[in-house]
């Protein structure tokens, strides 16, 4: 840019220094200046600029000098009075050193620097004419601000140096170019290719890639396509300059390993199911969205994982495809009531398939089943894939127990019966059409029962068979009809009415009971009676059954009593009512028919008795001695009350003392005796009649040691 102001020339000399003074504009400042100072004088010539730059900007420095010897060039910049950059430029003439004399050479050096943070090119342009010259580069730190500079120009020649001095700083075309960074991927997975790209673009500027230092075929501010290299990038602007980035290496990371492994097949039954676990990597991302290495499939799908290693390398596996198939339906279908009562059954039926296995083992579709349990079936289709049925329950109710229980023998005789007792239920019904639990059976026939339990199960009994036998006829027979007689005497009972083979069990009434019966031994048809009783007899024929005579009554009569006492001055006997006839050593006494006799000589007497039966008893001899004659004192015994009922007492001489007590029926039989001193008598359960009581009392002399008393029991 050729726009400013020329610089009004100020000229100062001060030691030898000349300072000019220019004023500030936006372009091109310039100063030229000449010194008169003689030749072996050093001349400084300065100035200096002010002005505001910019970072980025470029200012250019030109100097043009005649002159007749070397030159030396000092420019500086401060800022703040701290300095930012010196340039120091020194020149010399080919010619060496010259006389004052000789002709002036005219020299130009251009010096072009650029404001900016890092370090720019110094340029040094000489022209015309053949010289050398360097350029010192002490310090550069560019920033904006406002900056000044200034130039110094010394000589060591004899003549002054014409120098003409020009500054111009604007905005070089180059200036905008800054040096440029590459962007993008640089790490690269096997396989993957990236595009880099020149971080900041500049309008109009051409692009030149380089990989491994060889062109590459792309002119644009991008690179696609790129795998492993080094790669730079040169810059040129519209100006024609240029910048080159640093290098940048993409390199490219291997893969790593993506397979799926599967724990089992990959094809099985709904309610399976398989592991699929991923190579080993650092993560992990599987097609359903999971990131753990290991995934638990249980349903139909593809699936895939993409395995990423350390080097944040990816790779994805090949499908890997899981079936699962449908199992079948499994399903119990029964052909009735699942309850039934025991003797029933129910057929259990599966679903279709192509085979079963029943929990009770069996392989048929269908099975019968009756008796109690829980079923299940598993059934398995064409896939192979099997189902378990939910558990089908059948409940087989007990039948309740159905028997007969009959309260005695079911074969009896004719008039006889049997209680029939069915088992325990809820409800009966017996063959007869009765519906209670016992029936009451009196004739032949054959009976059963259905019983009826809690749960409405039926059972019906065997069957009971009930006979009745006839009964035979059962009669007594005596000889002549004759039912009674004298003690020591017998009678032949004769029992008839039974078949052959009949058996007899003759019996006796207990004396004094209403109806109780003795056994006895003799099991003839004949019986030889000796003794006093009612008797009966049970005919059992062949078929058990029995019949019982009506009751004879057999009377034995007893002998009279005839038992001798010596009483006083008698012999008396006692118990012995009828007629009564004395013996004296044998021979009858005539006239002596009472129950007593006093005796006139001594000797052994007798006496018959014969009662009214006609039944007759010889005493036994009582020998008679004339002794003294004992008190019998009979008169002072007394019973009372009497009659009674077997409870009295006995009234008795105060002197005398009861040793023993006996009491007789009227037969002479000895039904009570106690040793007792007591006077008081209790005998419970004595019939009604009369009765003999006899008083043995202590012995004592002068007195009768017993004595006979009647009593009636009512």
Known sequence: ???????????????????????????????????????????????????????????????????????????????????????????????????????????????????????????????????????????????????????????????????????????????????????????????????????????????????????????????????????????????????????????????????????????????????LTASTGTSYLWSTGSTSQSINVSASGSFTVTVTNALGCSATSAITKVTVDDLPESKITASGPLKFCKGGSVTLTASAGTSYLWSTGSTSQSINVSASGSFTVTVTNALGCSATSAITKVTVDDLPESKITASGRLKFCKGGSVTLTASTGTSYLWSTGSTSQSINVSASGSFTVTVTNALGCSATSAITKVTVESLPTATISTPANKTSFCAGESIVLTASGGDDGATYNWAKKVLYSDNSWTSLSEMTKNLQVTETGTYRVTVSNNNNCSATSAATVVTIHALPSSSIQHVGSELRLFNASGKHQWYLDGRKIEGATSYSHVPTQVGKYRVQTTNEHGCSVMSEPYEFKMTRVRRSLDGEFMIYPNPNKGHFWIKKPSEVEIAELRVYDMLGREYHRVKTKQTEVNIPGLAGGMYFLEIITKPQEGYAPSRTKKFIVK
């Open 1 to 275: 840019m050729n726009m400013g102001y020329r610089i009004n020339r100020l000229k100062y000399l001060v030691l030898g220094i000349i300072f000019f003074v220019l004023g500030i504009g936006e372009g091109m400042a310039q100063a030229s200046f000449a010194s008169d100072a003689n030749y072996s004088t050093a001349y400084y010539k300065s100035m200096y600029f002010s002005s505001n730059l910019q970072s980025g900007q470029y200012f250019k420095l030109s100097v043009t000098i005649e002159s007749m010897g070397d030159i030396e060039l000092t420019f500086f910049e401060k800022k703040c009075r701290k300095v930012k950059f010196k340039i120091h430029a020194t020149f010399y003439s080919d010619k060496g050193c010259q006389k004052p004399a000789l002709q002036k050479e005219k020299k130009k050096i251009t010096i072009h620097r650029r404001l900016n943070a890092g370090f720019g090119t110094d340029d040094i342009i000489i022209a015309p004419g053949s010289y050398s010259g360097s350029i010192d580069v002490d310090y550069t730190v560019i920033d904006g601000g406002k900056t000044r500079f200034f130039g110094l120009t010394q000589s060591f020649v004899s003549e002054n140096p014409s120098v003409d001095l020009k500054l111009d700083y604007f905005f070089n075309p180059c200036s905008g170019l800054v040096t440029p960074s590459i962007i993008g991927e640089t790490n690269l997975c096997a396989g993957e290719k990236t595009t880099l790209s020149v971080a900041s673009t500049v309008d109009g500027a051409t692009y030149q890639w380089y990989k491994n230092g060889v062109l590459q075929n792309e002119t644009g501010h991008t690179l696609s396509g790129v795998s492993s290299g080094s790669f730079t990038v040169t810059v040129t602007n519209a100006s024609g300059c240029s910048a080159t980035s640093a290098i940048t290496e993409v390199t490219v990371d291997e893969l790593p390993e993506s397979k799926i492994t599967a724990s089992g097949s990959l094809k099985f039954c709904k309610g399976g199911s398989v592991t």
